[in-house]
């Protein structure tokens, strides 16, 4: 079955088209000249019984990936929806060609805010299940 750590390992090492640097784990604080940075977080899932007599079926796992686009503020409104919408594009089509449980992924995908060490920032943020 599929481990808490090799999911998240393996949605951090998604290559993401657009994205300049990957960590594999949340930072503390970001630079402006690494942006666009995706990392992972908030792993959770849940099993139930396999069988009346066996537990720990198909896990569920879920993390959230998250990709800071840019820092908000900044008055570049256009460019910035435009840059996670096509960070949006490309983190789904590296989740659809992902192989990292041994079920199939699923997830659900926005744009939204993130704040890091006080900072807002543009981000795309999914929502990402996986099952075994």
Partial sequence: MTTYAGFVSGLAGLGVSGVATALSYPPAALN????????????RG????????????WP????????????????????????????????A??????????GPLSWAIR?????VAGISYWAVIAQVEGRG
């Fill in 32 to 43: 402006t000249a690494d942006l666009p940075v995706m990392w992972v977080q908030l792993p």
């Fill in 46 to 57: 849940e099993s139930g019984a396999l069988t009346f007599q066996a537990n720990d079926g």
């Fill in 60 to 91: 569920t796992l879920r993390a959230d990936v998250v990709i800071a686009v840019e820092a908000v503020g900044q008055e570049q409104q256009a460019g910035n929806a435009a840059a996670a919408m096509a960070l949006m594009d490309a983190l």
């Fill in 93 to 102: 089509m590296a989740l659809g060609s992902a192989d990292i449980c041994r």
């Fill in 111 to 115: 744009q939204g805010i993130v704040e």
